[in-house]
């Protein structure tokens, strides 16, 4: 990720990743999620007192704001699985934005994107205030070359949409329909960003195709604009989102996504997808001057980030440890698998071994064996997880509901 954000080698940002660490102000810890191997980092305490000293900001306006604080850091712990997802389908429509959108057979140039994930914003709809939750948020601006030889900037935005749940109600359509209809929307209502929707599976795609026609007909509205695509074609594609075999969600033909883009002002931008000048930058700019004196405080700064997760992970059962912090550090200690079979029983609770083994794709004794590790007690998640508990723990499925 940080590579891509700032065009940079990975042995470049490794090799400062690794300084920052020595120097005790960031940490890391290696999930065993989807994306086994790829270590993520963050800030710990001292790191962001020294960020927040350097942007002349308060530190913990700044945690909070970046959700970089503790209680950030444990709400994403259990989204995880779809975080990794979401940011690799972020870096494939970055890096292959130039090369997919030409104009007039000149290749543009990607100069500036953004994204937000877990977006959460509050509107109204016929007199009631509604909660719209989408997984991605994604903001594009491309230089081309006009025929005049002048240049310009174009700006392109997607939302985002993944879930490994098929339960139309975590599927936010209607919220999504309903948003495109709210008087906020009203002077921009032709500026409507598509959808890309990715499903984990040709089964999860076709009920993503059967919940945006039902959605549409329940509200009496026509259906959203945007594409489906399929991930494990993502191989086929040579791990080219751009390339994947795009399907329309009004329709189900087969579309390229460079067709579904349209150009957006600015201004039309959701509030919560920022594209005006990069913000952090001109503090940076701003806070340069007044850096050195301002360091020179001695006060003891606030406990932000109690820090060393991968420790706490491998640790869980020895502590005496809140519920929320226990779900949120097995969100780095489940496997694949597991969080498979923790979805299926939410969704069939008092399956057999067999109907696991059938459901997953793999041999019986493999599933009993997962299966199995979920009743140790270091698991520390009960087996039989319920629809109950997914909505008194709504942050181990999908935040914002």
């Known amino acids: 990720m940080v590579g891509v954000a700032r065009w940079a080698s990975r042995a470049t940002v490794y090799r400062h990743l690794r300084g920052l660490e020595a120097c005790k102000l960031a940490e890391s810890i290696l999930p065993r999620t989807p994306g086994e191997g790829k270590r993520l980092y963050h800030l710990n305490n001292l790191g962001l007192h020294v960020l927040a000293r350097h942007l002349a900001r308060p530190a913990h306006e700044l945690a ?51 994204w937000q994930r877990d977006v959460v914003h509050r509107f109204q709809y016929r007199e009631q205030v509604l909660r719209l939750f989408v997984d991605g948020a994604v903001a594009l601006c491309i230089h081309a070359q006009q025929s005049d030889g002048t240049t310009g900037g174009e700006w392109y935005g997607l939302f985002l949409l993944a879930t490994e749940l098929d339960d139309e109600r975590l599927m936010r359509l209607e919220r999504l329909l ?42 009496h509205l026509d259906p959203l604009r ?75 700064p606030d406990r932000l980030v109690v820090g060393n997760l991968a420790r706490r992970v491998a640790t869980i059962t020895q502590h005496d440890l809140e519920e929320r912090e226990v779900i949120a550090l097995l969100g780095v200690r489940l496997t694949s698998c597991q969080w498979s079979i923790l979805r299926l029983l939410l969704a069939h609770p008092l399956v057999s071994d067999e109907e696991l083994a059938e459901l997953l794709g793999m041999e019986r004794k493999s599933a009993r064996s997962t299966r199995s590790t979920l009743h140790a007690p270091h698991a520390g998640v009960p087996v039989h997880w319920s629809e109950a508990d997914s909505r008194a723990h709504p942050g181990l499925w999908e935040t914002g509901h």
């Open 178 to 219: 309903c948003w495109r209809e709210s008087p906020e929307r009203w002077s921009s209502y032709q500026h409507m960003l598509p959808v890309l929707i990715l499903a984990a599976s040709l089964r999860r795609a076709e009920h993503w195709q059967h919940a945006v026609e039902t959605s549409a007909l329940k509200l």
């Open 64 to 114: 909070r704001e970046w959700q970089a604080d503790e209680a950030g850091l444990l709400r994403k712990m259990p989204r995880l699985p779809t975080l990794l997802l979401l940011q690799d389908v972020v870096n494939g429509l970055v890096t292959g934005a130039a090369e997919a959108i030409t104009n007039q057979g000149r290749r543009p140039k990607l100069v500036r994107w953004t």
């Open 226 to 300: 945007g594409a489906l695509a399929c991930l494990p074609e993502l191989e086929r594609a040579h791990e080219n989102l751009w390339r994947l075999p795009w399907r329309t969600l009004s329709t189900n033909h087969l579309c390229h996504l460079r067709d579904l883009l349209r150009r957006v002002p600015p201004a039309v931008f959701p509030p919560f997808l920022n594209v005006e000048e990069d913000e952090e930058e001109q503090q940076l700019v701003r806070a340069l001057p007044d850096a050195s004196g301002a360091s020179g405080s001695s006060e003891k």
